[in-house]
């Protein structure tokens, strides 16, 4: 069982890379341009139901397609690495038509639009027209290309919220209501017990996973 102290302790050695792999991803929205941006909103769409190590080492083999490509061409760019290459393949597609469609694929404009955080990710966790982007890949891509303040309630970090008395069951948010619940007691405990927001679900997720990746 984890304890504060414990975290403590290891945000101390860890402090460093964490610090530096936030400012990183504040260098994507800042620095970067649209195509970058759909890369990494392609990632977070793969990493659901599977590794984010893994999909680190997919996007290099579909970057050359996804921008471009058919749900054909992306499908058989995915099938040679990747286990769900037909549904995402189709999500991706999708999701990139509708945002050439409506916004010219300027996603970093068109998130910069939404003066309030909630209504952001909103836009993005509940458009019939993304798919593959729920709550939580949401979350993982506003945070992974420079927004602040959201959490992302993957099952390392919900796992130790119960372990750390937050929520009383080890189980993942299941709508918008549940989600922002478990936000808010995150939010509560890292600013109770001096940590920052960001900087903790890297911690957290370190911590189960031994890595500190995106």
Known sequence: MITIQDLNNSYRSKSNIIKTRLAEFGDILRNSDDNKLFEEMVFCILTAGTSAKLCLEVIPEIKDIIHSGSKEQITQKLRGCYRFYNIRAD?????????????????????????????????????????????KESSHFLRNIGFKGY????????????????????????????????????????????????????????????????
């Open 91 to 135: 999500y991706i597609f999708i999701t990139r038509e509708y945002l050439k469609n409506e916004f010219n694929l300027e996603i970093g404009k068109m998130l910069l639009s939404f003066e309030d955080p909630l209504e952001r990710r909103d836009f993005l966790a509940q458009n019939k027209n993304i798919k593959g982007l729920g709550y």
């Open 151 to 214: 959490a992302i309630l993957d099952k390392h970090i919900i796992s130790f919220l119960n372990e750390l008395g937050v929520i009383n069951e080890a189980k993942s948010p299941s709508n918008r209501k549940k989600y922002i619940e478990i936000e808010c007691g995150y939010k509560e405990f890292a600013i109770n017990n001096g940590f920052d927001i960001d900087e903790l679900d890297l911690l957290l997720w370190s911590e189960k996973t031994g890595t500190i990746l995106k």
